[in-house]
């Protein structure tokens, strides 16, 4: 029976050939044109609720393409079986440094950067599970095709103020996501809570996209306001998805200016030391998460920009709120 939330126009026959993909739409996602080809209007809805603040870039900052890149997103019915907790599981295959499956037991999308496309079958099961679908499918593919056209993928937060941000990176769970947190209660501009992408040519620029923060159930603990805030309960790791009120335009998600901090735990009170240049791209080349090892070449030209005249290292205690004054310091000593 069709998912009374999810509609969509059956394809005309069992091999899915020449779906009516009616339901169109385009962004420019991180500044690079982006086209969805749909047979669903809810996913198109869906997407535009996702990717339509990006129509405000200014076309200056728009990269050129002959032709923007473009998902085919077909839904269909099918089984999810879904696990106990609800939701279906998604698994991601990478078969080369770009390409790369994304499947369910009902569903399967092929990813190919290379290309600059992506097509996707997916069940209105999975796509009834909006935040999930929303951000494992339709963020996931998009970034990983414009990441493809000089958005090189960096783990770390960015925070800032006016036209410079400060880059916190090290390792999952050190604490990016919570200073990020901690810096919006501070009135600070936080360009991401984890992913920072680089663009090197005409110039270099970091692009950023959060709308939310993701925390530890632990870290309830220093916040008590957690219980109160809006959030979109806990996102496929048991995360708490705390949702940033924001009414800027997506202007402020680009800077030209960035200063790296490195992140580290262990220390009884923060401190805070300069670190040159070599060991900055030392810092941000090694012990990658899986997924910020794609690419490289690229990520070798990135890691040299980002690193060129040197950064800090920012040792953290036991209790995050002890950082914040540091990174304050550091946020408008750097402007």
């Not at 019915?77 to 990478?94: D, H, K």
């Not at 080369?96 to 290309?115: E, I, K, N, Q, W």
């Not at 936080?190 to 663009?199: G, I």
């Not at 923060?213 to 632990?218: F, K």
């Amino acid at each position: 029976m069709t998912n009374p939330t999810v509609d969509f126009t059956p394809a005309a026959d069992s091999l899915l050939r020449k779906p009516r993909l009616d339901h169109v739409t385009e962004f420019p996602l991180l500044g690079v044109g982006l086209r969805l080809e749909t047979n669903s209007a809810y996913v198109r809805d869906l997407a535009e609720e996702t990717f339509a603040m990006w129509r405000a870039v200014p076309a200056e900052l728009v990269g050129r393409r002959e032709n923007p890149f473009r998902i085919r997103m077909v839904i269909t019915e099918g089984s999810e079986r879904e696990p106990a907790n609800g939701q279906p599981a998604l698994r991601y295959i990478l078969y080369d440094d770009a390409r790369y499956l994304v499947h369910t037991p009902g569903s399967v999308a092929m990813v190919d950067p290379d290309r600059g496309e992506a097509a996707a079958y997916m069940t209105a099961e999975l796509a009834s599970h909006r935040s999930l679908f929303r951000h494992s499918v339709l963020e996931a593919i998009g970034l990983s095709l414009v990441a493809h056209h000089d958005r090189h993928p960096i783990h770390a937060s960015a925070v800032g103020r006016d036209d410079h941000v400060v880059l916190l990176a090290g390792a999952s769970g050190v604490g990016k996501s919570t200073l990020a947190y901690m810096a919006h209660a501070t009135g600070l501009d936080v360009l991401s809570d984890d992913t920072v992408w680089v663009q090197l040519d005409p110039d270099t620029r970091l692009w950023g996209w959060t709308r939310r923060v993701h925390l530890t159930p632990e870290s309830q603990r220093f916040f008590p306001e957690l219980q109160t805030l809006e959030r979109s309960e806990t996102d496929s790791t048991g995360k708490l998805v705390i949702n940033l009120d924001r009414t800027e335009g997506p202007k402020s998600f680009v800077r030209r200016e960035g200063t790296v901090c490195i992140l580290e735990r262990g220390a009884k009170t923060p401190s805070l030391e300069r670190v040159d240049s070599g060991e900055l791209a030392r810092a941000l080349s090694t012990h990658l998460t899986q997924g910020y090892d794609r690419y490289p070449e690229r990520l070798e030209a990135a890691v040299r920009a980002l690193a060129r005249n040197g950064g800090w290292r920012l040792r953290l205690s036991d209790d995050p709120r002890d950082a914040m004054p540091v990174l304050l310091k550091l946020v408008d000593e750097n402007r």
